[in-house]
C-alpha cells in the first residue's frame, strides 16, 4: 500500500513526465547519431570518390609522359641548361592545359606525382598543377606549384612536414631540376605575391592549410640547385 501510494503521488506531481522527457531525449540522440553518421557515410563516400577520380587522373598523366622514369646523366654540369628554350619550354610551350607538364618527387612529403599544367579545379582533380601565371622552371624565374591536401588523391598531404634544406625534384621531358628549401611560412590566400618573378631560379608549393579549410595557405620555399639531363628517348 506504501509503495502504490508513493507511485500515485509521484503520479499526480508531474512524476510521469520523467519517462516522456527521457523518450524525448532518447529520440533526438537517435535521430543525431542518423544525422551524423549520414554525413560521415557521405564525407567518406566523396573523398573515396575523388581518389578514385585522382588516381585516375595521374594514370593518364604518367600514360602521356613516357619519359617519366627516365634515368638521370651521371655525368655533366651542374646546371645544364644546354638547349633549354628548344627543348623544355618549347615542350611547355606546345603543350595543352591538362597535360603532363612534369613530375615532383620529395622524400619529406612522401610526394611522387605528375604534375598537370594549370591550376583550375578540372586541372588539380588530376594532380598537382603548374600555376600558369608563374615562370616556368628554367634559368630564373619562379615556378609555382599547388596542389590538393585531403581530396582528389591528396598530393600535398604532407606539405607542412617539409622543412628547410629538404630536396624537391622536378622532371621535365629533358631533364631533373633539383631544389633546395629554404623557408615555409603561412599566409593568406590572397597573398599571390608568394609566387612572384624572381630572377633566382625557385620553386614555390602552395596548399590550403589547414587540412579541410582553404583559410590560408602553406607555402614552400625553394632554390634551384641543379639541373640535370634525362638519359632516354626525350632527354638524350
Not at 39 to 57: E, I, Q
Amino acid at each position: 500500500m506504501g509503495r502504490s501510494g508513493i507511485l500515485i503521488a509521484g503520479s499526480e506531481n508531474g512524476g510521469s513526465d520523467i519517462p516522456a522527457r527521457s523518450r524525448s531525449r532518447g529520440t533526438f540522440t537517435a535521430v543525431l547519431g542518423d544525422v551524423l553518421l549520414g554525413m560521415s557515410t557521405g564525407l567518406l563516400a566523396y573523398y573515396a570518390l575523388t581518389a578514385l577520380v585522382g588516381g585516375g587522373g595521374q594514370a593518364g598523366l604518367r600514360a602521356e609522359a613516357e619519359w617519366a622514369g627516365a634515368p638521370v646523366a651521371e655525368a655533366g654540369p651542374l646546371l645544364d641548361f644546354e638547349g633549354w628554350a628548344e627543348e623544355d619550354r618549347a615542350y611547355w610551350d606546345s603543350l595543352q592545359a591538362g597535360g603532363a607538364f612534369g613530375r615532383i618527387v620529395c622524400e619529406a612529403m612522401g610526394l611522387d606525382a605528375m604534375v598537370v599544367k594549370g591550376s583550375e579545379p578540372a586541372d588539380l582533380r588530376r594532380g598537382p598543377g603548374w600555376v600558369e601565371w608563374t615562370d616556368p622552371p628554367g634559368p630564373t624565374g619562379n615556378a609555382g606549384i599547388a596542389g590538393h591536401r585531403t581530396t582528389y588523391g591528396a598530393p600535398f598531404r604532407r606539405i607542412d612536414d617539409v622543412r628547410e634544406g629538404d630536396v624537391i625534384e622536378f622532371y621535365s621531358p629533358f631533364r631533373r631540376y633539383r631544389y633546395r628549401v629554404e623557408r615555409t611560412e603561412v599566409v593568406p590566400p590572397s597573398r599571390g605575391s608568394v609566387m612572384a618573378h624572381t630572377e633566382e631560379p625557385r620553386l614555390t608549393l602552395s596548399a590550403c592549410h589547414p587540412p579541410f579549410s582553404a583559410r590560408s595557405r602553406f607555402i614552400v620555399h625553394s632554390r634551384l640547385v641543379e639541373v640535370s639531363r634525362l638519359v632516354g628517348e626525350e632527354g638524350s
